[in-house]
């Protein structure tokens, strides 16, 4: 192929990468996320986390064995369970917690919003008549305790 007309078909997407802000072309961070394969509240918070500036791969083989390799307790179980940034998510945890952690880096497991809470992110919309039910969400550590990271009244 010809440089002319190499540079005149890559011109469009040239111009596209230009216009965006410069954080929008780093890598997105990547959630690896497990699941149940006909979940589909954890179908709508893979959709949450992708929205809000995150990059997914989805494993639909269920979510036992990765939370307990993690080292989330059952006791804090839910319907998926994320890896990102060598952080366990487990449950419905809102993206803007997930971004915080990322940022802040604090010495933890993860993050983890036990059950399906409605009105969490996944959990929320019509379906549920747009209901809101109060939920926190927890900040796991190595020995298994917890401390609220954030409340949602």
């Given amino acids: 192929m010809q440089r002319r007309t190499l540079l005149k078909r890559a011109a469009p997407l040239l111009a596209l990468a230009s216009a965006l802000p410069l954080t929008a072309l780093a890598a997105a961070p990547m959630v690896e996320i497990w699941k149940d394969p006909n979940c589909g509240c954890c179908q709508d918070w893979v959709k949450h986390v992708n929205k809000n500036g995150f990059a997914t791969k989805v494993h639909d083989e269920g979510n036992?064995?990765?939370?307990?390799?993690?080292?989330?307790?059952?006791?804090?179980?839910?319907?998926?369970?994320?890896?990102?940034?060598?952080?366990?998510?487990?449950?419905?945890?809102?993206?803007?917690?997930?971004?915080r952690l990322?940022?802040?880096?604090?010495?933890?497991?993860?993050?983890?919003?036990?059950?399906?809470?409605?009105?969490?992110?996944?959990?929320?919309?019509p379906a549920y008549g747009d209901q809101r039910d109060p939920y926190d969400v927890l900040l796991v550590r190595a020995d298994g305790s917890t401390s609220v990271y954030q409340s949602y009244r």
């Avoid at 307990?68 to 369970?81: D, E, M, Q, W």
């Avoid at 802040?104 to 992110?121: D, T």
């Fill in 64 to 99: 036992a064995a990765a939370r307990t390799r993690l080292g989330v307790p059952a006791k804090l179980g839910s319907c998926h369970t994320g890896l990102v940034g060598g952080y366990a998510i487990e449950g419905h945890v809102p993206a803007r917690e997930v971004q």
């Fill in 102 to 125: 990322l940022k802040e880096k604090p010495k933890a497991v993860g993050l983890a919003v036990p059950g399906m809470p409605v009105g969490s992110p996944g959990m929320d919309g």
